[in-house]
Nanobody, 115 residues
Framework: QVQLVESGGGLVQPGGSLRLSCAASGSIYSIAAMNWYRQAPGEQRELVAR???????TYADSVKGRFTISRDNAKNTVYLQMNAAKPEDTAVYYC?????????WGQGTQVTVSS
């Protein structure tokens, strides 16, 4: 398992931007998929974005065209660039690493979109 630490959350106005970071304790080069999930109050945790070992990205329909996931293997860090933020993006955002059937989770970072 790899230890994950998220950062970059906070308060952003509607239409604004925020970049979340997920720093891993070890190499992410060989990890099959790095993911960002989010969970709003009273809701189930949902997958927001995924980036594979080869760099293929997938997004939830609700964030397509607004969010971008990327990974820097040299820094063992995954990013989530959030643009054109909406109030419904308000949630705790979690970083996840999936490899060989094992899930690793960060502690989460709160994102609040409000004026």
């Amino acid at each position: 398992q790899v230890q994950l630490v998220e950062s970059g959350g906070g308060l952003v106005q509607p239409g604004g931007s925020l970049r979340l970071s997920c720093a891993a304790s070890g190499s992410i080069y060989s990890i099959a998929a790095m993911n960002w999930y989010r969970q709003a109050p009273g809701e189930q945790r949902e997958l927001v974005a995924r980036i594979s070992r080869g760099g293929t990205t997938t997004y939830a329909d609700s964030v397509k065209g607004r969010f971008t996931i990327s990974r820097d293997n040299a820094k063992n860090t995954v990013y989530l660039q959030m643009n054109a933020a909406k109030p419904e993006d308000t949630a705790v955002y979690y970083c996840n690493a999936y490899n060989n059937g094992i899930n690793s989770w960060g502690q989460g970072t709160q994102v609040t979109v409000s004026s």
